[in-house]
């Protein structure tokens, strides 16, 4: 199958972003929560009361379960923030 993930649909170029201080694939045009769920992470941060694991839920800005740090910019929406070639990303889970 390649890089498709839908007949029709063509993935954009490769890219490495960095996550937590290591290398992760991803993709031009896709959404920081796609690679990092792609890439086999499913907790992004946790709540400060209970300490539960949040990661990505509603996949469209609302619900703000998938917050990360983004080349250093706090509280940056996961799944609303497309990748970029070498795009620092640090998530509360580390």
């Known amino acids: ?54 990661g990505f839920f509603c996949g469209m800005g609302i619900c703000f379960d998938c917050l990360v740090t983004v080349d250093g910019a706090p509280n940056v929406r996961s799944c609303m923030t497309e990748v970029h070639e070498g795009c620092v990303i640090q998530t509360a889970e580390t």
Not at 21 to 39: F, H, K, N, T
């Open 1 to 54: 199958m390649g890089a498709r993930r839908i007949e029709g649909i063509e993935r954009g170029a490769p890219i490495t972003i960095t996550v937590n201080g290591q290398p992760v694939p991803a993709y031009a045009g896709e959404s920081i929560a796609a690679a990092l769920m792609a890439a086999g992470w499913r907790a992004f941060r946790r709540t400060e009361t209970g300490h539960a694991p949040r």
